[in-house]
Structure formats: C-alpha cells, structure tokens
C-alpha cells in the first residue's frame, strides 16, 4: 500500500512537467488561497528536476525521433466512466500493444534515464487503489496519455485539472481544438508523437494503444496524424455515465487543483458542461 493518501498529496502531478510547460500553464493564473503550499511544493520539485529533462531530450534525438512507427494506432474513445479503462487494461495483455504506463503520465521526461530510481520512489508513495472505483494503481499499468500529455505542453485540456475555473475555455482549446492556435495544433501533434514513440520504447510494443476519453472530441485531429488509424467507441448509459462522471471529478478534483474546488459549482457543472463534447462523434 502506498505511503501517501490519495486525497492528501501534498504536490500534484505538475512535479513532472518540464519548467516550459509549468510556466505554460501557471503564469497569469490566480492561485487558491488553500493552496499556495500544495502550489509552491509542486513548483519547486518542478523546477529541480527539470534541469534533468536535456538527458532525455538528447537520447530521444539519438534513438527515437527519426525512428518510423505503425502509423496504425488502435484508440478506446468514449466519455469518462463508459468502461475504457477496463476494455484498456484488457487489450494491454497482447504483447505486440504498446502503450502509456501511470509512471510516465507523471514522469515523461525521465523514461529514458533514471526510470529505475524514479520508479521505485513513485510506486512507494502512490495509492495503490482509485478512489471512485476501487481500481488498481500501480506505476507500470496501463494509463491514459492526457495525463502525460499535460506534463510535455501548456495545451492539454486536462489543465482543468489543476484550473478548473478555466474548464470551458479549455473545451473549446485543447479538447475539441475548434480555437486552438495553429502553433498549438503543431504542439500537439509534435508532442503526441513524441509521446507514442517513448511509449512504444518503453513498453517494448509494435502498435500504439490508447485510452484517452479527451481524443473523443479530436478525431479529425487524429485521423490527419493517422490516416488508417483503428477506434473502439464504448457507449453506456448515460444517466449511469452522468452519475459517475460527476463523482469521479468530484473525488479526482482535490489531488491536482491549484484553485477552485470541484465541490462547489464547478464540480456539479463540468459533466453537464462536457458531454455534449464528447457524446458525439
């Protein structure tokens, strides 16, 4: 069992992001009272191991980045709570998949030195279950790449996570990308790729397999970075989803925020406020 309860992490995920990414995502932003110091933890950390992120950066440059992949990804697409964890963890146990392990959604910048040590310290602190369903954590399981992908870009649409007062902006952004800047359309492809082909390395898999509910909404995005790329769409019943969904964001909420807890407004208005984002294809 982990040292640290998952409602009581005294930093949030952001440990992991590159300085770039952390200034990205913080600079102008208005920090909540009650949590300055969650805030300031997570800065500091940020700031010491990303004067590591150049190691990584030049063995990717070395080894990976001319590399050609299987331009044929398999994507689990649905809204949150429809089952794709469970569909993800499944299809993981064929070999030849490779995918995003829960270590490298925090750490992204340290798998290609340094895993080891890392590691161990994560796999020792972390929960060991999710708090809305009682889930297995652990740090080589599969994970969705969001989670990673906000700690390599200052685009990610689950920087609501950390400002969930900017949530609808965020939709519009970097979940549906209808007003995202050309520069962060380029970001996103450049970093999603470099993603998929750490995590191909990493899991020592052929063809990449995703879980990530935020891609529902960016098919098209997709599709041009994957033209013969595969999708699985779950669907479930929606009040059973709508229910789900708002305990899960609900629970998920403390751990990651900087700002306004999802146990006021905003906790009872995301769902309704998303699905319409990602119920339609």
């Given at each position: 069992?982990?040292?640290?309860?998952?409602?009581?992490?005294?930093?949030?995920?952001?440990?992991?992001?590159?300085?770039?990414?952390?200034?990205?995502?913080?600079?102008?932003?208005?920090?909540?009272?009650?949590?300055?110091?969650?805030y300031q933890l997570t800065k500091a950390i940020c700031r010491?191991?990303?004067?590591?992120?150049?190691i990584q950066d030049r063995r990717y440059d070395k080894r990976?980045?001319?590399?050609?992949?299987?331009?044929?990804?398999?994507?689990?697409?649905?809204?949150?709570?429809?089952?794709?964890?469970?569909?993800?963890?499944?299809?993981?146990?064929?070999?030849?998949?490779?995918?995003?392990?829960?270590?490298?959604?925090?750490?992204?910048?340290?798998?290609?030195?340094?895993?080891?040590?890392?590691?161990?310290?994560?796999?020792?602190?972390?929960?060991?279950?999710?708090?809305?369903?009682?889930?297995?954590?652990?740090?080589?399981?599969?994970?969705?790449?969001?989670?990673?992908?906000?700690?390599?870009?200052?685009?990610?649409?689950?920087?609501?996570?950390?400002?969930?007062?900017?949530?609808?902006?965020?939709?519009?952004?970097?979940?549906?990308?209808?007003?995202?800047?050309?520069?962060?359309?380029?970001?996103?492809?450049?970093?999603?790729?470099?993603?998929?082909?750490?995590?191909?390395?990493?899991?020592?898999?052929?063809?990449?397999?995703?879980?990530?509910?935020?891609?529902?909404?960016?098919?098209?995005?997709?599709?041009?970075?994957?033209?013969?790329?595969?999708?699985?769409?779950?669907?479930?019943?929606?009040?059973?989803?709508?229910?789900?969904?708002?305990?899960?964001?609900?629970?998920?909420?403390?751990?990651?925020?900087?700002?306004?807890n999802f146990s006021g407004g905003a906790g009872k208005k995301?769902?309704?406020?998303?699905?319409?984002?990602?119920?339609?294809?």
């Amino acid at each position: 069992m982990g040292v640290l309860e998952f409602q009581k992490l005294p930093v949030n995920t952001l440990v992991g992001a590159d300085w770039k990414t952390f200034k990205g995502i913080t600079q102008g932003q208005t920090i909540g009272k009650g949590y300055k110091t969650k805030y300031q933890l997570t800065k500091a950390i940020c700031r010491l191991l990303s004067c590591l992120k150049p190691i990584q950066d030049r063995r990717y440059d070395k080894r990976l980045k001319n590399q050609a992949i299987n331009m044929e990804p398999v994507f689990i697409l649905g809204h949150w709570r429809s089952g794709t964890t469970f569909v993800h963890n499944v299809l993981a146990h064929d070999k030849h998949f490779g995918y995003t392990t829960t270590y490298q959604t925090v750490f992204p910048h340290m798998m290609m030195w340094g895993q080891p040590m890392f590691k161990k310290t994560m796999a020792w602190l972390m929960p060991d279950k999710r708090p809305t369903d009682n889930m297995e954590l652990n740090v080589d399981l599969p994970q969705e790449e969001e989670f990673a992908l906000s700690n390599m870009m200052p685009c990610s649409y689950y920087d609501f996570w950390f400002l969930p007062q900017n949530m609808l902006e965020y939709c519009d952004r970097f979940l549906t990308m209808k007003t995202a800047t050309p520069e962060e359309h380029r970001m996103f492809r450049e970093t999603f790729l470099k993603l998929i082909k750490i995590s191909l390395w990493n899991t020592q898999g052929s063809q990449f397999l995703s879980k990530n509910p935020p891609h529902t909404s960016k098919v098209k995005e997709i599709l041009e970075m994957f033209p013969n790329a595969k999708f699985i769409y779950l669907m479930r019943n929606p009040y059973t989803v709508f229910e789900s969904t708002r305990s899960f964001f609900h629970e998920y909420h403390y751990p990651f925020a900087i700002a306004e807890n999802f146990s006021g407004g905003a906790g009872k208005k995301h769902p309704r406020s998303i699905y319409p984002f990602v119920s339609e294809i």
